[in-house]
């Protein structure tokens, strides 16, 4: 669904320059050369923009650093290219086009060998995000399983019975008496939501990226019941931590410097789990980040 209704806008915006674009050749004297040009700076004007927006807020609003995980101006606009890359990609090419870009996961038996991970993305997004990051998983000796939250804007409640319905396929396909489960952004919450409906039977223990455990101040710009849900202190998220069990060993992963999830300590902090920090990663650039891959699999090897 998040797939189609990218593609969609897609073409809304497509359209819109197009009409643009023969307006300005056509009655404002420009060449098309021009028009494409104002076409192609539009397009990526616009998510400059947004990603530009995403942290100047955060600046406003973060955490102080720590002096282990400052980067300095060099290492911060490093991060910014990333993060601005990471959005064009995810949103114009790989959310829209999931199926080009990750095919059917590769579920082979493994009982006796390390447990599966079955990865849940995050708000607005499809199982394309981790199309990175499934390949170098892969590569390191995991199963790796996916999952699509459908629909986009829904209350994060309503994500719980399609996790347990994807959880006990893999388990299926795999062979695998449990799994590890691991999520980015709201997948975290997903995934949080899933263990007070449906227990901790079935999951050896949970890892979430960039979560927004206790809320993010950004969510107030955000549309639909899901992102009502992730407001810093929402009255879901503490319903949530009140009526919850994690399995042992869980683990929260957080960047300092995240431009979408912030406070960003106190938005990562959960119960009954261990907060590990990366410095230079930002929201979206987690799913390209060699950093945030190294960290991840650094607790996923962890007894």
Known sequence: MAARQFRWLLFGELLFYVLLGAVLVGRGGWTPAQAAGL???GFLGVRLLIVGLTFGLMLGN?????PELRIGPLGALRMFAAEYLAFVLMFAAIIPFENFWLGPDRLAH?????????LIHGYQCNR????WLRRKLEAAGWTVATHSLEPVFADIDSYAPGIARRVDAVLAATGAPQLILVGHSMGGLAIRAYLRRHGTGKVARIVTLGSPHQGSRLACLG???NARQMRLGSPWL???AAAETLPPGSVSIYSGHDNYVFPQEQAAALAGA??????????LGMALSPRMLGKLLE????P
């Open 39 to 41: 076409a192609l700076g």
């Open 62 to 66: 973060r955490n102080a650093v720590p």
């Open 110 to 118: 493994c009982a006796a060998r390390r447990t599966p991970l079955l």
């Open 128 to 131: 394309g995000f981790w199309f």
């Open 223 to 225: 549309l639909g019941q």
């Open 238 to 240: 503490k319903d949530l």
């Open 274 to 283: 261990a907060t590990v920090a990366v410095g230079g990663v930002s929201h």
């Open 299 to 302: 607790v996923l090897e962890s």
